[in-house]
């Protein structure tokens, strides 16, 4: 016990690009903007269906295609694209480089540049707590409502996750969740009934849930999600939840947003296509004035 953790990975990025703020997904967070998208190596968690595989499953020694981006050079980067809204820590598990992370948000808090963490939640509360005035955004997965899920699938635990959006919740910055849909793994109807009840309690009804088909990688070989099944628990959690989102499959209706009060839709999705139809510049409904996104 004892002595001192060195990081290996500060300052090195793995992946990195300019994507729309829909793809990381968050619905309500400036929709239509683009967002500058870096990803370190690692993760805490080891999913047997990371579609990320390649970058979060491996040790510094074992990749040898890192960029080096000082924390300066970032910033300037995001900001010399008027166009940019910010940076996002995405692609691996973000948690996994704090120090760069924390360090470049730290930078950017003063700029016009937005932060935003696409992480798995997997984080205690003291480091949580230090990195939140930083972070504008969060999309937290919730990858499942069981701890046998989360034991046999991602060799980690489901309740450190809870209380990390718990923790997001009460903060002041945005949340959304995603939950990826994995056949016979996560879709029994009554554990999900049990979930989106929870976030509905927990975090509120307003708070954005993206629904993600999955599809066979890394360790895992099970069909994709079928679309039914999507479907069916779209429905259940419409029934807890203002706004529910279904992702990486073609639908339109379901991927674009309404008015909860008057059901006008108020953003046009297809694809990454984004269009906002029906929202005032103070993201109210413009047929009925009810509130519905807070940044845009
Ligand atoms: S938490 Fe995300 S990046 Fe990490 S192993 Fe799981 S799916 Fe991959």
């Known amino acids: ?20 703020i829909e793809k990381k997904p968050l619905y309500h ?7 500058l998208s870096i990803g370190t190596i690692g993760c805490n968690l080891k999913c047997s269906f990371c579609q990320n595989y390649r970058i979060s499953q491996v040790s510094p020694d074992e990749f040898d295609n890192f960029k080096l981006f000082s924390t300066e050079e970032l910033v300037q980067i995001a900001l010399n694209d008027e166009d940019n809204l910010g940076v996002a820590f995405t692609y691996s598990e973000p948690g996994i480089a704090y120090e760069y992370m924390y360090e470049m948000a730290k930078r950017a808090l003063n700029t016009r540049l937005k932060s935003v963490l696409v992480t798995n939640g997997y984080i205690n509360k003291a480091p949580l707590l230090r990195l939140l005035p930083y972070i504008d955004a969060f999309n937290v997965d919730l990858k499942a409502f069981s701890e046998n899920f989360y034991h046999k699938m991602t060799h980690a635990k489901l309740e450190p996750v809870k209380n990390s959006i718990r923790i997001i919740a009460q903060s002041e910055s945005h949340l959304e969740l995603t939950n990826l849909v994995i056949p016979g793994m996560n879709d029994d109807f009554d554990e999900f009934e049990e979930m989106v ?32 099944t999507l479907l069916d628990l779209f429905e259940i959690a419409v029934r807890h939840l203002n706004y529910v989102y279904l992702g990486n499959v073609a639908d339109e209706r379901r991927s674009s947003t309404y008015c909860s009060k008057c059901h006008q839709r108020v953003i046009d999705r297809s694809g990454y296509y984004t269009e906002i139809s029906g929202l005032d510049k103070k993201g109210n409904c413009t047929n009925c004035h009810h509130h519905i996104i807070d940044y845009i």
């Open 1 to 20: 016990m004892g002595g001192d953790l060195y990081t290996e990975i500060f300052e090195k990025v793995a992946a990195y690009g300019s994507d729309p």
């Open 29 to 35: 967070f400036y929709p239509g903007s683009k967002i």
């Open 197 to 228: 009840r929870w976030i509905a309690g927990e975090t509120g009804k307003d708070t954005p849930l993206h629904l993600s088909r999955y599809f066979p990688a890394f360790k895992q070989n099970i069909a994709a999600t079928p679309v039914n």
